[in-house]
């Protein structure tokens, strides 16, 4: 079992910042692959960004340079660095991990509000 718990999200101002964290905790050495997803109302949940399982990274075309996905493996965290927010990446962010054991691990989710 894996557990997941994010923090980071709010209400920003058009072309602000905002930093979402993720703190995995369980069977972490099960953990072959972490990722970003969002959802706003009314849509289905998207990819965000990605670490697969080869280490390297994924990003949806809507967020590449703008949005950056890392982890501190120490930590066992990940991380949205989320910059230049538009109105329309306002959503409920949710962390994912995929174990090997063909596991799927969702957190609560954060949401996040840009608008002026």
């Known amino acids: 079992q894996v557990q997941l718990a994010e923090s980071g999200g709010g209400l920003v101002q058009p072309g602000g910042s905002l930093r979402l964290s993720c703190a995995a905790s369980?069977?972490?050495?099960?953990?072959?692959?972490m990722a970003w997803y969002r959802q706003a109302p009314g849509k289905q949940r998207e990819l965000v960004a990605a670490?697969?399982?080869?280490?390297?990274?994924n990003y949806a075309d809507s967020v590449k340079g703008r949005f950056t996905i890392s982890r501190d493996n120490a930590k066992n965290t990940l991380y949205l660095q989320m910059n230049n927010l538009k109105p329309k990446d306002a959503a409920v962010y949710y962390c994912?991990?995929?174990?090997?054991?063909?596991?799927?691990?969702w957190g609560q989710g954060t949401q996040v509000t840009v608008s002026s």
């Open positions: 670490f697969t399982s080869g280490g390297t990274t």
């Open positions: 994912n991990a995929k174990t090997s054991g063909w596991g799927s691990y």
């Open positions: 369980g069977s972490i050495s099960s953990i072959n692959a």
